[in-house]
């Protein structure tokens, strides 16, 4: 990172109350593994955070962005990835790109569609998808093996495909409050279920 770039963040840091940040040394930066930009109330990333291409655990929940730059493509050794609570309308495709993710959260947002290309996150284990505006499950999101965890509730999702038989490796699954007429029997194919929650849908027992 430059000497300018870096003086260009500890002064937005300290703008914008991050006080963690604005006492970060220069010579520390470059090894940062973890950024915490949660509650800031801020619209927008600095595209200089997204030159700190060691950072592995990226937090920008409970602000009021509405687009991730496509700089975040540079960060492809983040495993943890937070963008809950913002104005958010659409995953990117460069986000959709980070292939080392193991956990994504994109809840309560304005993401009324979940890009097909969710299957490219192989590596993903936990997906927090709930309080969007999602009306179905694309079915790439059956693609990802490796997934342990799903939370879909507070959506207007009306079917689980079959497919999710596929999940195998899946043990927490959260679907309340959608609009679900039933679950499919193949739910009972997934051994390492562990938990299940469906309650506040039109399910009938």
């Given amino acids: 990172m430059t000497k300018s770039n870096f003086k260009y963040i500890i002064k937005w840091a300290k703008e914008n109350d991050a006080y963690d940040i604005a006492n970060t040394k220069i010579e520390d930066f470059d090894n940062i593994k973890e950024l915490n930009l949660s509650n800031l109330d801020i619209t927008e990333i600095p595209l200089e955070f997204f030159e700190i291409e060691n950072i592995e655990s990226l937090y920008i ?3 009021y962005i509405k687009k991730i730059p496509k700089e975040i493509a540079n960060l492809q050794n983040l495993k943890n990835l937070d963008i809950s609570s913002n104005k958010i309308r659409y995953l990117s495709k460069e986000i959709l790109e980070l292939t080392n993710l193991k956990y994504l959260n994109i ?17 993903l284990e936990e997906l927090d998808i709930s309080g969007c505006n999602i009306s179905y499950l694309p079915d790439e ?10 939370d879909a509730s507070f959506n207007k ?7 999710i038989q596929n999940l195998r490796n899946l043990k927490e699954l959260i679907l309340d409050s959608n609009k679900l007429d039933d679950i499919p029997e193949e739910l009972t194919k997934l051994k390492k279920l562990k938990f299940l929650s469906i309650s506040e849908n039109n399910i009938k027992s």
Avoid at 107 to 123: A, E, H, Q, T, V
Avoid at 141 to 150: A, G, P, Q, R
Avoid at 157 to 163: A, F, L, M, T
């Fill in 61 to 63: 929940s409970m602000n």
């Fill in 107 to 123: 809840s309560y947002n304005s993401i009324s569609k979940l890009n097909k290309n969710i299957k490219m996150l192989k590596k």
């Fill in 141 to 150: 999101i059956y693609e990802l093996h490796n997934i342990k965890f799903i």
């Fill in 157 to 163: 999702i009306k079917k689980i495909d079959s497919k």
